[in-house]
């Protein structure tokens, strides 16, 4: 993965069409199943991810990259929700929200 791929992964405007379009935030590609997303050990509690949801492969070479977070887990999922903050929301981010994990 690319610096610039790396760089689109927290943009809202790619996150959100990457949720709508079904496409992996790692290589733009139509997404299959498992599905994977790649977060914290608080996001992986929280069932409530940042960044964009991914293929297997490409959020293990995400976590690989020499700057990756050494605290980032994978979690495998066959379907998500989008969920769009409200405005009473602290985190103004939208989160995806795994509901069939495997």
């Not at 791929?5 to 079904?22: E, P």
């Not at 293929?55 to 887990?73: K, S």
């Not at 998500?80 to 929301?89: H, M």
């Amino acid at each position: 993965m690319s610096l610039s791929q790396r760089d689109r992964l927290g943009d809202a405007s790619w996150v959100t069409q990457c949720a709508l379009s079904r496409i992996c935030g790692g290589c733009a590609q139509s997404l299959g199943r498992p599905v994977a997303f790649l977060g914290t050990p608080d996001e992986v509690a929280r069932n409530a991810f940042h960044l964009p949801p991914m293929h297997v492969a490409c959020a293990e070479d995400l976590r690989r990259t020499p700057d990756a977070d050494p605290v980032w887990q994978i979690t495998l999922t066959a379907g998500f929700e989008f969920v769009r903050p409200t405005r009473d929301d602290l985190d103004r981010r939208p989160t995806f929200q795994p509901n069939s994990l495997l």
